[in-house]
């Protein structure tokens, strides 16, 4: 059983958080703190009370925007830890993402909280913990989006992006960021997957940090030796490796 500390300075947010982990059945108890000045207070208890001891905290749910010590202040003092509880980042922005992972984080939840998706992050957490809940928790069935699409949470809110409007993808860490003419969207999966996954829809790899849709390329620019390619208004470089595969690619597109 999981003991959890969630810190919010939200009021609402903080209890709306604390109600939903008292209703998993892999956590044993939780609590709040309004701030994460608080929360280090509270967290330092428990490391004195060893991770057996009453006052003992495995996993804190961590908010990432507050005054003064922000959630990713506090994640990192709590890496410098000997025995750190587990965190999960539980936060409005999903700008943040690749931060939180960096320090390890467990999981990465949007708001508002969905209970199912809170469900996976307790899970995750209770994974690396080594709890196991008195029963299983009920199976959600995940349906399979078409191949067409893509699925992006924002804002606690999962939507099905198409991927004929994906004009390039960005790699950023265990990250991917998908951009489209409206915006931008960043998905948990890497820029590898995603090239294999998209080769027969017409992405290419033209760097080691972008994979681009063909259809997509406005212009090809050769300046001083350097390749790059005009996607809308935006100019990706094109790395030396992949500049002859990308030309011969766009002239078989333009002679077929």
Known sequence: MLRALAVDDERPSLEELLYLLNADPRIGSAEGAGDATEALRRINRALDSGPDGPDAIDVVFLDIQMP?????????????????????????????????????????????????????????????????????????PVHEPDPDHIAVELGGVTRFVAVDDITHVEAQGDYARLHTDRGSHLVRIPLSTLEERWRSRGFVRIH?????????????????????????????????????????????RTTG
């Open 68 to 140: 003064g010590l922000d959630g990713l202040d506090l994640a990192r003092l709590l890496s410098g830890f000997a025995r750190p509880p587990l965190v999960v980042f539980v936060t409005a922005h999903e700008d943040f993402a690749v931060q939180a992972f960096d320090l390890k984080a467990v999981d990465y939840v949007l708001k508002p909280v969905r209970r199912e998706r809170l469900a996976e992050a307790v899970r995750r957490a209770a994974a690396q913990r080594g709890a196991t809940p008195p029963e299983p928790a009920p199976r959600i």
């Open 208 to 252: 080691r940090r972008h994979l681009v849709a063909l259809r997509h390329i406005g212009e090809l620019r050769l300046d001083a030796g350097t390749v790059s390619v005009l996607i809308g208004s935006e100019e990706l470089q094109v790395s030396r490796r992949h500049a002859r595969d990308l030309r011969d690619l766009l002239m078989r």
